[in-house]
């Protein structure tokens, strides 16, 4: 069974900085786009960023436009989200969902990946 693993959660005080990891131990590892989602207490669950299988194809909601980015670094199997300039508003449990692609696109729709991770939280308070 695929099992993405999350790391990089906590605690930080409004305008801080955080950056959540997304582990995938699979051999195919580059065939594989990565979502980030977020569910916050009493909320339904959104989609925070996306990436594609090469990296090449990225997509934020509009809420974290310019505050948060995607990345991935292929050799270490791994997704990086670099959340930046926190609200309170970001605080929620992110989970981190993949699915194999055979094209250069990535999706918001969780409905689309079959594999998630645990999530974690981050939390964002004075």
């Known amino acids: 069974q695929l099992q993405p693993v999350e790391s990089g959660g906590g605690l930080v005080q409004p305008g801080g900085s955080l950056r959540l990891s997304c582990k995938v131990s699979?051999?195919?590892?580059?065939?594989?786009?990565i979502g980030w989602f977020r569910q916050a207490p009493g909320k339904e669950r959104e989609a925070v960023s996306c990436?594609?299988?090469?990296?090449?194809?990225?997509t934020y909601t509009d809420s974290v436009k310019g505050r948060f980015a995607i990345s991935r670094d292929n050799s270490v199997n791994t997704v990086y989200l670099q959340m930046n300039n926190l609200k309170p508003e970001d605080t929620a449990i992110y989970y981190c969902?993949?699915?194999?692609?055979?094209?250069?696109?990535?999706?918001?729709?969780?409905?689309?990946?079959?594999?998630w991770g645990q999530g974690i939280q981050v939390t964002v308070s004075s």
């Open positions: 699979k051999f195919t590892w580059d065939e594989y786009a």
């Open positions: 990436i594609s299988t090469s990296g090449t194809t990225t």
């Open positions: 969902a993949t699915d194999r692609r055979f094209d250069s696109l990535c999706s918001t729709r969780s409905e689309e990946y079959p594999y």
